[in-house]
């Protein structure tokens, strides 16, 4: 039954992922952590476990999405590549502070976040122009940047990467594809630091470090599939509409957190 659970969670991130280029640790992150607590998982390594699967997740996710952009020739990879160096060193100071700091903390820090990124998306307006110059120095501020908040937050760095890009000229389904490209390797490093970290830790059966695998296969195996689903979505949908309803959608889940973080 509860695997049936992640294949649900796991569809429903992955049309998010083709739609809107964020990996779904936004999503992912806080239902794990509501599972998880059901599961009875130890609340010493539940926000660990949840950071972690949702950041393995994001590497099947992500990979499918850019696939799909790819083949309808949205994706540049030239600004892809820009953004990639700089990303890498913010993932691994982002990872380094992980291990600093207390669970609740950094559960906390997450709902903050929930905030500021639905209200980001109920009231950032797209304006497509042409493409304008970026600087290499603020390509390694972003990608920096990027790289340390989803390390830490175990989430992709579209909610950083789309609103830029797009302020930056670049049309909608372009960002869309390279925030999706993006987290891939922000991921894939971002997995191996908590497979790390987790591994003399005492974990659930079936973990590999702070990874649950269970959850990890059930939301990869449903998300792989709905990533083409969410990308032909993204190319008719009105972005607009859209990501107004995904806002309030997060706000919900913000307010249902901090309720539970208070209690």
Same mark, same amino acid.
């Given at each position: ?64 999405? @850019?696939? =799909?952009? %790819?083949? *309808?020739? +949205? ?8 953004? #990639? /160096? ?79 890009? @797009?302020? =930056?000229? %670049?049309? *909608?389904? +372009? ?8 987290? #891939? /390797? ?78």
């Amino acid at each position: 039954m509860i695997f049936l659970l992640y294949l649900a969670v796991g569809a429903f991130v992955g049309t998010l992922s083709g739609l809107f280029g964020i990996g779904g640790g936004v999503i992912i992150v806080p239902t794990l952590l509501l599972i998880f607590k059901e599961q009875g998982f130890s609340s010493d390594i539940t926000m660990f476990m949840a950071l972690g699967t949702s950041l393995a997740t994001i590497v099947v996710t992500a990979s499918s999405s @850019t696939l =799909r952009h %790819y083949n *309808m020739g +949205n994706l540049l990879s030239e600004v892809t590549k820009k953004l #990639i /160096p700089p990303l890498i060193v913010g993932i691994c100071a982002g990872a380094y502070l992980v291990n600093q700091v207390e669970a609740r903390t950094l559960e906390g820090l997450f709902i903050t976040y929930l905030y500021l990124v639905s209200l980001k998306m109920l009231f950032y307006k797209v304006k497509v122009d042409e493409p304008k110059e970026i600087s290499n120095f603020l390509y390694a501020i972003t990608g920096f940047i990027i790289g340390l908040k989803s390390s830490i937050l175990g989430i992709g760095g579209g909610t950083i990467s789309v609103p830029f890009l @797009t302020w =930056r000229g %670049y049309e *909608m389904k +372009n960002a869309v594809a390279i925030s999706a490209s993006i987290g #891939i /390797p922000i991921a894939l490093i971002s997995s191996v630091f908590y497979i790390y970290s987790g591994f003399n830790k005492v974990t659930p059966d079936h973990s590999l470090g702070y990874i649950y695998l269970p959850a990890f296969f059930g939301i990869s195996i449903a998300s792989f599939f709905f990533t083409k689903l969410g990308a032909k979505i993204s190319s008719v949908a009105n972005q607009v509409l859209m990501k107004k309803i995904f806002a309030i959608m997060l706000i919900l889940i913000a307010i249902k957190k901090t309720t539970s973080f208070i209690s």
